[in-house]
Structure formats: structure tokens, C-alpha cells
């Protein structure tokens, strides 16, 4: 951080080997709602090939960081998002089998996104991208382990996958911010990667949920009906609260990604409690 106020203790991160059985996973796996699960399916679409950008850009100054803690760091981030991409690329197999046509938008989305925008983008504001990127994955991940909604709603397989990868968010949430701090501690780069990620991630989640909602057998009516309860449900439960904050956090300036201890108290409890310490 730039001026040294905060100092993080050393991290081990590292990826773990686990296993999940999507053969039983219900068409409309999160709590029987086409929109619910189509949101949540939406943003699914977009990791394996978003958390392959976010270790490019990230690797490509791996020669500029010194520090081995960090260094091991960077790492294990890599081996996480790997595992992570393969794991929600073997649900995208469940997904076609289900009758749903992903490849159409993943075509688009790796084409616009990764085709054209990370190439002419300078590289400094891909780092600085995938720094908020991963500070949005942490503000879902929060969600999901301190507010257990997946608990109530989202079939067994799923909810594993999920709270899964959003421990390890957790854990690793600060890697990409700290190469970023070594790179160009720049407080206007920073803030540039914020808005080029929300517009990106926001875009291209609700591009994908429309592309599922489309091919659902169902009226405008009924998916907003559907949409209006899903959306009472999240708001009952206090996810907009979740965010707003951390929207704040980010643009405060002297803000470390690491400042919450108690996000990794959470991702630890998880992890403990499924024998994947």
C-alpha cells in the first residue's frame, strides 16, 4: 500500500484437490427459481476464462516482484484459480446436457472481453482490473459464507462448489492488489481498474443471465414473478449491504484488501469444517 500503514502477515495459499457430483444437479438448483439460478449460473459463465485473464495478467510481471512471500503467493493464486476454472468448466458440461446452448455466449464473451479489450488495454490496467475483479469475488464470497444463503436454498453439489471457491477468494484476495502496489501504486490507476471491472463484470453477467433466461420455456410474466421473489429473498437477508460497503472500502485510499481479518476467520471455519485446512 502506499503509505505503509498497513502491513500483512505472512499467507500460505495454496490449491486443494477436491471433487464434486454434478450428475444430480436440478435444472433450477437454487431454491427451484429460473431467475435465481440463472444469475447465479450467468456469473459461473464467466470464470474459467476471467480467472485465466486475472493469472496473465498477474504473471505477466512476475519478474518485478522480489519479495518471496509474495512470490509463493502469487503461486498458489495461480494453482487456485486453475482448479477453479476446471472445476466450473466440468458444470458447464452439466449445463449442456440440460439442453442449454453456452457456447454461443462464451464465444462473444472470450472474443470481446479477451480478444479485443485485454489486447488494446494497457497492461497496467489489466492488473489494475483484475485487482478489483478479485476484490468483487471477495465481496460474493463474503456473501456467501457469512450470510449461509446457499445453506437454505441451492442444491447440495453446488453450494459445495461454491462456498469452495469462495474460501479460497478469500484467501488469496489481496495477491493481485499487492502486485499491483509494486507495479504502480498509482491511486487513479487503481480507481480506473474499479470502473473498467464493474463495467466489464456487470455487463457481461447480465449478457450471460439473459442468454439462459432466453431459452427457458417460460412468459415474461412468470420470469419477472420469479425475479421479484428471488429478489425479496436476497434482500431479506442483507447481500446489498455486503457490497455497498465494500465499494466504500476500495475507494478509501489507505485500503488493503487484508484490513478485515474477519474474512479470513470466516474462509478458515469453512474450510476446517469440510477437512480442507
Given at each position: 500500500m502506499a503509505d505503509g500503514s498497513?502491513?500483512?502477515?505472512?499467507?500460505?495459499?495454496?490449491?486443494?484437490?477436491?471433487?464434486?457430483?454434478?450428475?444430480?444437479?436440478?435444472?433450477?438448483?437454487?431454491?427451484?427459481?429460473?431467475?435465481?439460478?440463472?444469475?447465479?449460473?450467468?456469473?459461473?459463465?464467466?470464470?474459467?476464462?476471467?480467472?485465466r485473464f486475472f493469472v496473465r495478467s498477474v504473471h505477466r510481471y512476475m519478474n518485478r516482484v522480489t519479495d518471496p512471500g509474495l512470490r509463493a503467493q502469487i503461486k498458489g493464486f495461480f494453482g487456485q484459480e486453475g482448479r477453479h476454472a476446471?472445476?466450473?468448466?466440468?458444470?458447464?458440461?452439466?449445463?449442456t446436457a440440460q439442453g442449454y446452448d453456452i457456447a454461443r455466449f462464451g464465444r462473444l464473451y472470450e472474443k470481446v472481453a479477451f480478444g479485443f479489450i485485454e489486447r488494446v488495454?494497457?497492461?497496467?490496467?489489466?492488473?489494475?482490473?483484475?485487482?478489483?475483479?478479485?476484490?468483487?469475488?471477495?465481496?460474493?464470497?463474503?456473501?456467501?459464507?457469512?450470510?449461509?444463503?446457499?445453506?437454505?436454498?441451492?442444491?447440495?453439489?453446488?453450494?459445495?462448489?461454491?462456498?469452495?471457491?469462495?474460501?479460497?477468494?478469500?484467501?488469496?484476495?489481496?495477491?493481485?492488489?499487492?502486485?499491483?502496489?509494486?507495479?504502480?501504486?498509482?491511486y487513479g490507476l487503481r480507481v480506473a481498474g474499479l470502473a473498467m471491472a464493474a463495467s466489464l463484470l456487470s455487463g457481461f453477467w447480465v449478457l450471460g443471465t439473459l442468454s439462459?433466461?432466453?431459452?427457458?420455456?417460460?412468459?415474461?410474466?412468470?420470469?419477472?414473478a420469479d425475479w421479484r421473489k428471488a429478489k425479496r429473498f436476497s434482500e431479506s437477508r442483507g447481500e446489498r449491504a455486503v457490497f455497498l460497503r465494500g465499494m466504500q472500502q476500495y475507494l478509501g485510499r489507505d485500503f488493503h484488501p487484508l484490513q478485515d481479518a474477519s474474512?479470513?476467520?470466516?474462509?478458515?471455519d469453512y474450510l476446517a469444517g469440510e477437512g480442507l485446512a
Open positions: 498497513f502491513s500483512p502477515a505472512p499467507r500460505d495459499i495454496h490449491a486443494r484437490s477436491v471433487s464434486f457430483d454434478f450428475s444430480k444437479v436440478p435444472r433450477h438448483w437454487l431454491g427451484g427459481s429460473v431467475v435465481a439460478t440463472h444469475v447465479a449460473n450467468g456469473v459461473n459463465l464467466l470464470f474459467p476464462a476471467g480467472e476446471k472445476e466450473h468448466e466440468r458444470f458447464f458440461e452439466i449445463l488495454a494497457p497492461p497496467e490496467l489489466s492488473l489494475a482490473t483484475t485487482a478489483a475483479c478479485e476484490h468483487f469475488t471477495a465481496l460474493l464470497a463474503e456473501n456467501a459464507l457469512r450470510l449461509r444463503i446457499l445453506d437454505e436454498i441451492a442444491d447440495p453439489s453446488m453450494r459445495a462448489l461454491l462456498l469452495w471457491h469462495s474460501a479460497e477468494e478469500i484467501e488469496h484476495r489481496a495477491v493481485a492488489f499487492d502486485v499491483l502496489q509494486q507495479v504502480n501504486a498509482s439462459l433466461l432466453a431459452q427457458e420455456d417460460a412468459s415474461a410474466r412468470e420470469l419477472y474474512l479470513d476467520a470466516l474462509a478458515r
